[in-house]
Nanobody
Framework: VQLQASGGGLVQAGGSLKFSCAAS????????MGWFRQAPGKEREFVAA????????YYSDSAKGRFTISRDNAKNTVYLQMNSLKPEDTAVYYC????????????????????WGQGTLVTVSS
């Protein structure tokens, strides 16, 4: 599956951004979807994930209460709404997809995902 993310940019602290990630090539509803991010000099970290039918969502502690992941299987798209952004949210954000049946046991691990988008940069100014 090919993943194309959009929606990054520069925003002031306290502001909001919404990412979209469009998938193509395979049946979208077969994939558990996630968002990761990587700040300069840091490892890639889990942000949020959503189950195949959207019924379950998962968040990192830093994202909980501020970010919302959702998906529209009819549009082959997953979204990440980010509110109350902080300078420490500055990073390249990656959309990712997993075809693994056991991904829910390991959804915070980058190695649990099979496909990655190109990344989109978010810069939060203070």
């Amino acid at each position: 599956v090919q993943l194309q993310a959009s929606g990054g940019g520069l925003v002031q602290a306290g502001g909001s951004l919404k990412f979209s990630c469009a998938a193509s090539g395979r049946t979208f509803s077969n994939y558990f979807m996630g968002w990761f991010r990587q700040a300069p000099g840091k490892e890639r970290e889990f942000v949020a994930a959503i189950s195949w039918n959207g019924g379950s969502t998962y968040y990192s502690d830093s994202a909980k209460g501020r970010f919302t992941i959702s998906r529209d299987n009819a549009k082959n798209t997953v979204y990440l709404q980010m509110n109350s952004l902080k300078p420490e949210d500055t990073a390249v954000y990656y959309c990712t997809a997993s075809a693994r049946w056991d991904v829910r046991a390991y959804y915070t691990r980058p190695a649990s995902y099979d496909y990655w988008g190109q990344g989109t940069l978010v810069t939060v100014s203070s």
